[in-house]
């Protein structure tokens, strides 16, 4: 079973910093990331940067048309207003058929705020209990969502081909 770790941190260079331990964490075989991204808001500005990790995991299993619409409903939908809102309804209703759903997103949007980061993780067979303490010892806090088989073919399927800007 795959999961979509989030994994928030107190600081806007925090995610970046942790990208280390992630791979340290893979070469200890306690997690087999199938794709990641991390976000970034530093202070002051209106919305975060975003960054698909393909050098830390090949070629992605999602690529960037996931993590771009993903981080498009947590971070832009709130600032577009309920017009837009409205029409992108129907996407966050796709995407709760794979198990990301309206929790995760405003458990997610809740956490990363200016002045904090996340680092987003899609991994396969993670020990998450051995993963858990080294990223707690980091200050972050963990947000996650498990998918079954069936969520994550969906999702590889919606997405494996799909291209939307990696930036927001």
């Given at each position: ?27 200890q ?33 999602l ?5 771009g ?66 990223f ?22 919606a ?10």
């Open positions: 079973m795959s999961s979509l770790t989030v994994w928030a941190f107190p600081t806007a260079d925090g995610a970046e910093n942790a990208l280390a331990l992630l791979e340290r964490l893979q070469k075989q306690l997690i087999k990331i199938a794709d990641a991204a991390y976000v970034t808001w530093p202070e002051g500005r209106k919305k975060p940067k975003t960054k698909d990790l393909g050098s830390l995991t090949g070629a992605g299993a690529g960037g048309g996931f993590w619409l993903l981080f498009g409903l947590i971070f832009l939908v709130p600032l577009l207003g309920m017009a837009v809102g409205a029409a992108i309804g129907a996407l966050t209703g796709s995407l709760s058929r794979v198990g990301i759903d309206d929790d995760f997103i405003a458990a997610v949007r809740a956490k990363v705020t200016p002045g904090t980061s996340a680092l987003f993780v899609m991994a396969d067979g993670a020990v998450l209990d051995r993963v858990a303490e080294p707690k010892e980091t200050g972050a806090a963990l947000v996650t969502t498990n998918l079954t088989d069936e969520e994550e073919a969906r999702l590889r399927a997405f494996g081909e799909f291209a939307l800007p990696e930036r927001l």
